[in-house]
């Protein structure tokens, strides 16, 4: 889970729309889960899993995953380890339905082009077959709906831009690290979980775009 060095090619080659089947079914064996390639989380994911876990973003940030910056986007980037994921639990993930949203929705992968949220199957041999079953069943059945999906398309919205921003301007590695080091903490810390996400996200949006704009 979590490879997403062909995510290009995938998202070119196999994507599949909302009603086209999709004849997956998981047989909750766990190999994904202890066998992966690094799961990135965003600030959705880190929310919920510190309301499941009943404590803070920073906390599982600090406790469960590393950040590292992107190559291509320059971004910082928080990921779950790759190889045996830390959320993992003899009886199943430890996150349970507020589990990540690539593990929710794994084998199939989400993307975004030109603008719009797109989605792939990504090929592996576990699980059954279940022909009944439609792209947007498969969501549904994973608790991927409406507000996590709109989340991810301002997401991706948002990280577009500041990637874009970073390769337009020149930057000295200092000037990079300085603006880098400023990111964190707006894209990532300090989520109330006791209040709404969204709005709490939006404002954090807002903020990244005055900064793009101010500096
Ligand atoms: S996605 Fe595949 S490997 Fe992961 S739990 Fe389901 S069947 Fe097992
Ligand atoms: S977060 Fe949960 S579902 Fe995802 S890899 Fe870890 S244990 Fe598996």
Known sequence: MGNMDNKAELLHNNQ????DIYDFK??????????????????????????KLNTSTEDIV??????????QSK???????????????????MLGEMKPTICRMYPLGRGYVDGKIVYFNQPVTCGDRNPAQTVDDWLKL???FEENERFSK?????????????????FTPRELEAFQGT??????????????????????KECIERILKEI
Not at 26 to 49: M, R, S, V
Not at 62 to 71: A, E, F, Q, V
Not at 154 to 170: C, G, M, P, Q
Request: charged letters at 20%.
């Open 154 to 170: 301002a997401w991706y919205d948002l990280i577009s831009k500041i990637t874009l921003f970073v390769h337009e301007r020149n």
């Open 75 to 93: 971004l910082p980037i928080v990921s779950v380890k790759a190889g045996s994921c830390p959320f993992h639990t003899p009886t199943g993930c």
């Open 142 to 144: 994973n608790d991927v």
């Open 62 to 71: 600090s406790k469960y995953c590393y950040r590292y910056i992107g190559d």
């Open 26 to 51: 998981c047989k909750k064996c766990g190999k994904c889960c202890y066998n992966h390639t690094g799961i990135i989380l965003t600030p959705y994911d880190l929310f919920w899993a510190a309301v």
């Open 16 to 19: 599949v729309g909302k009603e």
């Open 183 to 204: 990111l964190i903490p707006i894209l990532y810390m300090c989520y109330d979980t006791r209040a709404y996400f969204w709005s709490q996200f939006l404002d954090r």
